[in-house]
C-alpha cells in the first residue's frame, strides 16, 4: 500500500466517525417567544389584556383614613371622635362581543373601625351587556338622577337606598336624551331595613320587588333627570327631579323629592335619622318629624380654585323642618392623593336640637 492510499483510506474514516456524531448530536428547542402585556385602551385608562384571551382587565382601589367628630346622622349620639380606616380593591372586566362589550364590576371593601374588629363588605358586584346590568350596585334611584352633591355627607337628608340587587335596563340615545327601568330586591339593600330603622322586613313582606324609572336630557352646560321608585312593601314611593348646570367656574345643581304619603316611611323618602326620638308611646313611628314628611329639597355648589383644590358646599331642607348644610374642601397635593375636611351642621325642628360635626379625610387611589 502506497502512502497515498493510506492517506485517503484514514480521511474516509475521519468523515464517517464525524458523521456518527453529527447524526447524534441533540439540537437545542427554539425558545417560546415571550408575550408581554398588551395594553387595551378601548375602555379607558388601566386595562390591559389578559395573555392568552381577549380579555380585558384593570385593577384598582383606594386607601382611605379619616377622624370624625361627632355623629350628623345620629343627634342622639355619645359619639366624641372616631378613627376610621378603609381599604377597598375593585376590578373591572370588558370583552367585546356581537352585542357590545360584555363588563363585570366588582368592589370589596375592608373597614377597620375605631373601638371594632375589620368588617367585609361586597360593595358592588354586576354584570353589564347592551344596557342591561343585573347584580349589586346603588340603587337607580340614586344613580341614574345623581347623588347629593360632591361632599362626603351627602345624604344626611336622606335621598335614597344604596347597594341593592337589581335588574337594570339603561338607555343612551347618544343625543342627550337617557332613560332607565330598573327592578330592584326589596329586601336585599344596607338601608332596606334600617331607612331609619324604622322596622324589619319579614319574608312574608317581601312579596314582590321594587320598581324604579327615569328619564333625562342634556343639552350644552344643563341637565334635568326625573326619577321615581315605589316600594313594594309599602305600597308608596317618591319622585326625584334634578337640575344641573356647568357654568365652567363653578356647577351648581338643586334637587326636589316629593312623598306619595308624608306620614309614612319608605325606602325612597325614608329617613337616616334615628327614628326612635320620633316614635309615638304605642311604637309607631311618624315619618312626617324624621323622614322628609311630603317633600324635601337638596341644592350644591362647586367651585374649582386651582388645579389641586376645589370648594364644596350643600344644603338641604324637609317638609319635617330638618334643615343639613355642609361645606368642605378638596385638596390633592399630588396625582391621587386627596385630604378633604369638612363640616356639617344640622338643626331638628321637632327636637329643637342642633349638631356639628366634622371630618377631615385622607385618601389615596391607585
Given at each position: 500500500m502506497n502512502i497515498k492510499s493510506l492517506l485517503l483510506g484514514s480521511a474516509a474514516a475521519l468523515a464517517a466517525v464525524s458523521g456518527a456524531h453529527a447524526a447524534d448530536a441533540i439540537v437545542a428547542a427554539e425558545p417560546e417567544p415571550l408575550e408581554y402585556v398588551r395594553i387595551c385602551d378601548a375602555y379607558g385608562a388601566g386595562y390591559f389584556f389578559l395573555p392568552g384571551t381577549e380579555t380585558c382587565l384593570r385593577v384598582g382601589g383606594k386607601v382611605r383614613t379619616e377622624g370624625q367628630w361627632y355623629d350628623p346622622y345620629n343627634r342622639t349620639s355619645t359619639l366624641g371622635t372616631k378613627w376610621h380606616t378603609r381599604a377597598e380593591l375593585s376590578v373591572n372586566t370588558a370583552t367585546d362581543t356581537e352585542y357590545g362589550p360584555l363588563k363585570t364590576e366588582t368592589i370589596v371593601r375592608w373597614d377597620w373601625n375605631d373601638g371594632?374588629?375589620?368588617?367585609?363588605?361586597?360593595?358592588?358586584?354586576?354584570?353589564?351587556?347592551?344596557?342591561?346590568?343585573?347584580?349589586?350596585?346603588?340603587?337607580?334611584?340614586?344613580?341614574?338622577?345623581?347623588?347629593?352633591?360632591?361632599?362626603?355627607?351627602?345624604?344626611?337628608?336622606?335621598?335614597?337606598?344604596?347597594?341593592?340587587?337589581?335588574?337594570?335596563?339603561?338607555?343612551?340615545?347618544?343625543?342627550?336624551?337617557?332613560?332607565?327601568?330598573?327592578?330592584?330586591?326589596?329586601?336585599?339593600?344596607?338601608?332596606?331595613?334600617?331607612?331609619?330603622?324604622?322596622?324589619?322586613?319579614?319574608?312574608?313582606?317581601?312579596?314582590?320587588p321594587n320598581v324604579?324609572?327615569?328619564?333625562?336630557?342634556?343639552?350644552?352646560?344643563?341637565?334635568?333627570?326625573?326619577?321615581?321608585?315605589?316600594?313594594?312593601?309599602?305600597?308608596?314611593?317618591?319622585?326625584?327631579?334634578?337640575?344641573?348646570?356647568?357654568?365652567?367656574?363653578?356647577?351648581?345643581?338643586?334637587?326636589?323629592?316629593?312623598?306619595?304619603?308624608?306620614?309614612?316611611?319608605?325606602?325612597?323618602?325614608?329617613?337616616?335619622?334615628?327614628v326612635s326620638a320620633c316614635t309615638s308611646p304605642a311604637g309607631v313611628v311618624n315619618g312626617s318629624k324624621?323622614?322628609?314628611?311630603?317633600?324635601?329639597?337638596?341644592?350644591?355648589?362647586?367651585?374649582?380654585?386651582?388645579?389641586?383644590?376645589?370648594?364644596?358646599?350643600?344644603?338641604?331642607?324637609?317638609?319635617?323642618?330638618?334643615?343639613?348644610?355642609?361645606?368642605?374642601?378638596?385638596?390633592?397635593?399630588?396625582?391621587?392623593?386627596?385630604?378633604?375636611p369638612e363640616l356639617t351642621y344640622v338643626h331638628y325642628e321637632y327636637a329643637k336640637d342642633d349638631t356639628v360635626s366634622g371630618i377631615l379625610r385622607f385618601e389615596r387611589t391607585f
Open positions: 371594632g374588629s375589620t368588617s367585609t363588605n361586597l360593595l358592588w358586584s354586576y354584570i353589564n351587556l347592551a344596557g342591561f346590568t343585573v347584580g349589586k350596585t346603588d340603587s337607580q334611584y340614586n344613580q341614574f338622577v345623581g347623588y347629593a352633591g360632591d361632599v362626603i355627607n351627602d345624604d344626611v337628608v336622606y335621598d335614597g337606598p344604596y347597594e341593592l340587587n337589581q335588574l337594570t335596563y339603561n338607555y343612551d340615545s347618544g343625543t342627550g336624551l337617557t332613560g332607565v327601568v330598573s327592578v330592584e330586591d326589596s329586601n336585599s339593600g344596607t338601608t332596606t331595613s334600617a331607612y331609619g330603622g324604622a322596622w324589619q322586613l319579614s319574608e312574608s313582606d317581601h312579596y314582590a324604579v324609572a327615569g328619564l333625562g336630557y342634556k343639552a350644552g352646560m344643563f341637565g334635568f333627570k326625573v326619577v321615581g321608585g315605589y316600594d313594594s312593601i309599602v305600597e308608596e314611593g317618591a319622585v326625584k327631579a334634578r337640575i344641573d348646570a356647568d357654568f365652567g367656574v363653578l356647577t351648581a345643581f338643586l334637587m326636589g323629592g316629593y312623598n306619595t304619603d308624608g306620614s309614612k316611611l319608605n325606602q325612597y323618602a325614608g329617613s337616616n335619622q334615628k324624621c323622614g322628609w314628611g311630603d317633600w324635601a329639597i337638596w341644592g350644591g355648589v362647586g367651585v374649582p380654585i386651582n388645579s389641586k383644590l376645589k370648594w364644596n358646599a350643600q344644603l338641604a331642607y324637609t317638609d319635617s323642618k330638618i334643615f343639613e348644610a355642609t361645606t368642605n374642601v378638596k385638596f390633592n397635593p399630588v396625582k391621587n392623593l386627596l385630604v378633604e
